[in-house]
């Protein structure tokens, strides 16, 4: 079970990751949600807030009217933001469960897919 | 003949190396996150032969299609019939010259006109759904003089100008506005909103009598009758999709029929084309034709209605009257609701509802990801369906109209099967990883 200084150094990657990818900004910068992300395995909670495809600010618990909820654990959550796996693949085991509209489950795995092509 | 004995079992030698390559190419030249998108969800087929209602894999795997392109294959693939009547249009045909008139145009226009409900004795050919919606709301704005035009939320209409201004769906709309103006839509089945939102100023209601893409929604039975009054009360015209739901899918040759309701206009596309030929046809009655009198030329199409397409067209409606296969749908579709029913009762917590008529079920499943997971797990059991693009919970399950029992069995068992694995956990192996980006954490440095 990975803790909260785990999955935020694995966050810091991930905004990194895409916040610097030209690509990724223009692509997504209709894009703009708030993401409360729930460990399954744990009580850690976090949100994501996302505007015109830039990553503004990620922190612990959860802030804001969600668009988009997902709950995983927390291993996962960091593999996902390290891009060590596919999440569809996780979301089609029934292993990362995702609230939200198709259209925006499709959006984080074009992030996924642009960042680590190969995941 | 009964509807499939003219199948033959063929099994096209696997090429995997081949069907990569066009993955690999479709990937390239047209959209990658599509091919890996289909691939995690394990519908990464390649069609290879089509026959019925099945279809081969280019990796030696057969289907029982239960999506048929969004019901475009009533008839069933590549039906003898519709591929002979083809063949001999090719033979001496090509798609004509739009702006003459046509003998094959003619014939179809005929047909479809004493096949119509009501008076809808008039046709404008298309080449697509989307392309015979715009020219249904063309045709009511252009009639009525009126600009406004009420859709339904979640209703599907198409992707062209004014059908995608109809959309019940925002995503579609959101990033091509602004669309049309004018177009406003209410909640399907609630005829309060509709009456709160009708006016002298509508031209038209355009809805589908049992929405498709929306996630198989039956409406309530009194509710296309209730709309149809209300067009009446402020001199609106109705406009019903058939695209999906005509040509004997839902155990009528239209839809409407289940509700003793005739619209004004009426569309139909899809499986018109008997698999193999793209056309529409926007129908509507002699007093809507008074105003295309003085404008003949106002709605032009190169391709609509093509003398190539009216000739196919015109062999699937006899293929359909022919062989009974309307009234064969609603018999399977009976089979198919009672073991639908079955199923949902032995696996609640996966089955909220099954809707729909004939042979257009809807299994309303009790979580958003199950319709993705379900579509994953009916392939690996031979199944082609795909959740409801509107509504991700709701598996389509639309056969073409010439299965027969033993094939209702096999998708029952199926759907059973896949079921189970849903609720064990199974889904897509997962790639292994050559190399980690994610630091390995030591004892040391986790403390």
Redesign the interface.
């Given at each position: 079970m990975a803790d909260w200084d785990e999955i935020a150094e694995a966050l810091v990657d991930y905004t990194k990751n895409c916040n610097t990818n030209e690509r990724l900004r223009k692509m997504q910068r209709d894009w703009s949600r708030v993401l409360h992300f729930a460990c399954s395995d744990s009580d850690v909670t976090f949100t994501m807030n996302v505007d015109h495809g830039e990553i503004i600010s990620t922190a612990m618990g959860h802030a804001g009217a969600p668009d988009i909820v997902v709950t995983t654990t927390s291993e996962t959550f960091c593999d996902m933001f390290w891009g060590d796996l596919n999440p569809v693949q996780k979301y089609l085991r029934g292993e990362i469960k995702v609230k939200g509209s198709q259209e925006d489950v499709m959006r984080l795995d074009a992030i996924s897919f642009v960042i680590w092509p190969d995941a | 003949m009964t509807p499939k004995e003219w199948l033959t079992e063929f099994l096209p030698a696997p090429d995997v190396a081949g069907k990569e390559q066009a993955l690999k190419d479709f990937a390239n030249y047209v959209n990658?996150?599509k091919v890996?998108?289909m691939r995690?969800?394990?519908l990464d087929i390649i069609e290879t032969q089509r026959s019925g209602p099945w279809v081969w894999d280019a990796d030696g795997r057969k289907f029982l299609d239960c999506f048929t392109s969004a019901g475009s294959f009533n008839v069933g693939r590549r039906h003898p019939r519709i591929i002979a009547a083809a063949k001999q249009a090719l033979d001496t045909l090509d798609h004509g010259n739009f702006l003459l008139c046509s003998r094959q145009k003619a014939d179809l226009a005929h047909r479809l006109a004493t096949l119509a409900p009501g008076d809808l004795s008039c046709t404008m050919f298309g080449t697509g759904g989307g392309e015979a919606i715009d020219f249904a709301i063309k045709l009511a704005r252009g009639a009525t003089q009126r600009p406004t035009i009420i859709s339904t939320i979640n209703g599907y209409h198409g992707h062209t100008g004014f059908a995608l201004s109809a959309a019940g769906r925002t995503?579609f709309r959101?990033?091509f506005e602004p669309l049309m103006p004018e177009f406003v839509q209410v909640p399907f089945g609630d005829i309060e909103a509709l009456n709160a939102a009708i006016s002298e100023n509508t031209a038209a209601v355009l809805l589908e009598p049992i929405q498709g893409e929306g996630g198989i929604i039956v409406p309530p039975p009194e509710y296309l009758g209730q709309v149809r009054s209300a067009c009446d009360r402020v001199g609106a015209l109705l406009i019903l999709d058939e695209i999906q739901t005509g040509l004997g899918r839902t155990g009528k040759w239209w839809a409407s029929e289940h509700y003793d309701v005739t619209p004004d206009i009426m569309t139909t596309a899809k499986s018109l084309g008997g698999s193999v030929a793209p056309i529409s046809a926007t129908l509507f009655t002699e007093e809507l034709r008074e105003f295309l009198i003085p404008n003949p030329f106002i709605h032009l199409s190169t391709f609509g209605g093509s003398d190539l397409a009216c000739a196919v067209a015109l062999e699937v409606l006899n293929v359909i009257e022919e062989t009974d296969l309307v009234s064969h749908a609603a018999h399977m579709g009976r089979a198919l609701f009672s073991g639908l029913d079955e199923l949902a009762v032995k696996y609640p917590d996966v089955i909220q509802e099954v809707r729909g008529k004939g042979l257009m079920a809807g299994v309303q499943y009790t979580?958003?990801?199950m319709g993705?997971?379900m579509s994953?797990h009916l392939s690996q059991h031979g199944v082609l369906a795909i959740y409801s693009?509107n509504q991700?919970s709701v598996m389509r399950l639309m056969p073409s109209l010439v299965v027969e029992e033993s094939e209702i069995d096999l998708l029952l068992s199926a759907l059973d099967g896949a079921i189970v694995d849903?609720q064990e956990?199974?889904?897509?192996?997962?790639?292994a990883?050559a190399t980690?980006?994610?630091?390995v954490?030591t004892a040391a440095s986790?403390s």
């Open positions: - | 990658p996150q890996r998108v995690a969800a394990g995503s959101a990033p979580d958003d990801s993705p997971r994953y693009g991700p849903l956990g199974r889904g897509p192996s997962e790639d990883k980690r980006r994610r630091p954490r986790s």
